[in-house]
């Protein structure tokens, strides 16, 4: 189960996290205005919608969650199944501050009916008894109305990365 943290964010993450929000906040205003019309479609709403929705971004704050998850699996396959489970749910990126640490990032859907954007990132470690300590962290920005999405991205990932092979 994850538990929240103080978010730990770098510049860079800070702002790719803040631009994923404030897209999907602007999709999301810009589909309930157009859903709301009726058979008179208007495209100004949609754009009024899109534009509050990347204004209503601002009013965001990060929430961070993360967990420590040790599997008996090599830490390759861990790290692949790792990838598989980001790439299913989202998109895998570089890493934002370029550290060469081998972790795996990306930004998966989570939240609400999995309309949040979270930022996520996976390291593996090698134990001594030939498994791994996998470390989950994911970051999503909420509003008034909690969502828990860093939680339920770490949940996810952990959980996809414990049934790996």
Do not use: Y
């Amino acid at each position: 189960m994850a538990q929240k943290i103080d978010p730990e964010l770098t510049e860079a993450e800070a702002a790719l996290l803040m631009a994923v929000t404030s897209e999907a906040m602007g999709d999301a205003g810009a589909l309930g205005a157009a859903l709301g019309q009726g058979p008179f479609r208007d495209p100004w709403s949609e754009r009024s919608g899109a534009a509050g929705g990347r204004f209503g971004a601002r009013f965001t704050r990060p929430r961070s969650a993360a967990a420590v998850v040790e599997v008996p699996h090599d830490p390759a396959a861990v790290r692949e199944q790792a990838t598989a489970a980001i790439a299913a749910g989202g998109v895998v990126i570089d890493d934002p501050n370029a550290a060469g640490d081998g972790s795996i990032w990306g930004v998966v859907r989570s939240g609400a009916l999995d309309m949040a954007p979270a930022l996520v990132r996976v390291q593996v470690d090698t134990t001594g008894a030939g498994g791994s300590r996998v470390r989950v962290r994911a970051t999503g920005r909420e509003g008034l109305i909690k969502q828990r999405i860093a939680a339920k991205a770490v949940d996810r990932l952990c959980e996809a990365v414990s049934r790996s092979t």
